[in-house]
Nanobody
Framework: QVQLVESGGGLVQPGGSLRLSCTVSGLSLDVYDIGWFRQAPGREREGVSC????????LHADSVKGRFTISRDNAKNTIYLQMDDLKPEDTAIYYCATDKYYYCTGPKLTNFDYWGQGTQVTVSS
């Protein structure tokens, strides 16, 4: 059974940092590209970052480029999202997700086989 479990969210002041974790079971990080997504109230889901299964290369949305870093620890089967210089507009529920047809450089998917439960990130003073 495939499971993705996020953790690490919380309340942080503008300019602060958080590190999110996505622990994956039931599939290999060497095979599946993994993405981080976020959704704020009243807004569409947004792709934030992605890490490629084959070579660990990464992509980030323009809105977070230079502030967020995605990485992985294959031994722990965990994907991380280091978020620095957080802004109020980063406030959202953050999810990790994957699908057998999901590729960091591929076409946008609307339906994913596997999602985590989400973790709330709130940036506020």
């Amino acid at each position: 059974q495939v499971q993705l479990v996020e953790s690490g969210g919380g309340l942080v002041q503008p300019g602060g940092s958080l590190r999110l974790s996505c622990t994956v079971s039931g599939l290999s990080l060497d095979v599946y590209d993994i993405g981080w997504f976020r959704q704020a109230p009243g807004r569409e889901r947004e792709g934030v970052s992605c890490i490629d299964a084959s070579d660990g290369s990464t992509l980030h949305a323009d809105s977070v480029k230079g502030r967020f870093t995605i990485s992985r620890d294959n031994a722990k089967n965990t994907i991380y999202l280091q978020m620095d210089d957080l802004k109020p507009e980063d406030t959202a529920i953050y999810y990790c997700a994957t699908d057998k047809y999901y590729y960091c450089t591929g076409p946008k998917l609307t339906n994913f086989d596997y999602w985590g439960q989400g973790t709330q990130v709130t940036v506020s003073s």
